[in-house]
């Protein structure tokens, strides 16, 4: 199973940036697919994630009305769409997977497969 995340970059706040998490290995329809982030000196925290093949959502409160995440199954992608970005929103955004459904939990440990990251990086 390998997870691709890309995406990341330089922003200013208020600027946006779209991340992919490109899936392959396994069924992708059959598995939920998480956003975690990572900020330095911090633990690694949840914030989004898609249901299988049924695509309900979930966002922590941090990101809420401001990310969306999305999945093309065709394409075995899910997308992190950002925007109004913050500078507390900088951090090593990782893409996960675990089967079916997304857990409003959303713990590291829940999640099965992880991909290497990328660094999202928002200047005041």
């Known amino acids: 199973v390998q997870l691709q995340a890309s995406g990341g970059g330089l922003v200013r706040r208020g600027g946006s940036l779209r991340l992919s998490c490109a899936v392959s290995?396994?069924?992708?329809?059959?598995?939920?697919i998480g956003w975690f982030r990572q900020a330095p000196g911090k633990e690694r925290e949840g914030i989004s994630c898609?249901?299988?093949?049924?695509?309900?959502?979930y966002y922590a409160d941090s990101v809420k009305g401001r990310f969306t995440i999305s999945r093309d199954n065709a394409k075995k992608t899910v997308y992190l769409q950002m925007n109004n970005l913050k500078p507390e929103d900088t951090g090593v955004y990782y893409c996960?997977?675990?089967?079916?459904?997304?857990?409003?939990?959303?713990?590291?440990?829940?999640?099965?497969?992880w991909g290497q990251g990328t660094q999202v990086t928002v200047s005041s």
């Open positions: 290995g396994l069924i992708f329809e059959d598995h939920a």
């Open positions: 996960t997977i675990r089967r079916f459904i997304c857990l409003p939990t959303m713990k590291n440990s829940e999640y099965d497969y």
């Open positions: 898609v249901s299988s093949s049924v695509g309900s959502t």
